[in-house]
């Protein structure tokens, strides 16, 4: 699916600019939602795993909340 590598570019860029990795991206996203009572996350490793439970402490500024946003609103179904 051609669009959702676009939208993949365009959320890894977003977490390039805020200085945290995709990962960490889309966990705080998920974390920040009001409708969200818990995250799970998944790891094959240690690092994977660090990564995963520092996203706990990561919390998006309105920018990139804004940022990612407009990537949903430009393409929101990536995958059908």
Same mark, same amino acid.
């Given at each position: 699916? !051609?669009?959702?590598?676009?939208?993949?570019? %365009?959320?890894? /860029? +977003?977490?390039?600019?805020?200085?945290?990795?995709?990962?960490? #991206? /889309? #966990?705080?996203?998920?974390?920040?939602? %009001?409708?969200?009572?818990? $995250? +799970?996350?998944?790891?094959? $490793? %240690?690092?994977?795993?660090?990564?995963? +439970?520092?996203?706990?402490?990561?919390? #998006?500024?309105?920018?990139? #909340?804004?940022?990612?946003?407009?990537?949903?609103?430009? +393409?929101? $179904? !990536?995958? !059908?």
């Amino acid at each position: 699916k !051609p669009q959702a590598f676009v939208a993949v570019e %365009r959320y890894a /860029a +977003i977490a390039e600019a805020a200085g945290i990795s995709l990962a960490t #991206l /889309a #966990l705080a996203f998920v974390s920040q939602q %009001r409708f969200v009572a818990s $995250n +799970i996350i998944g790891a094959t $490793n %240690r690092t994977q795993l660090a990564e995963n +439970i520092a996203s706990a402490q990561t919390t #998006l500024n309105e920018d990139t #909340l804004a940022a990612i946003d407009a990537v949903h609103a430009d +393409i929101s $179904n !990536p995958c !059908p």
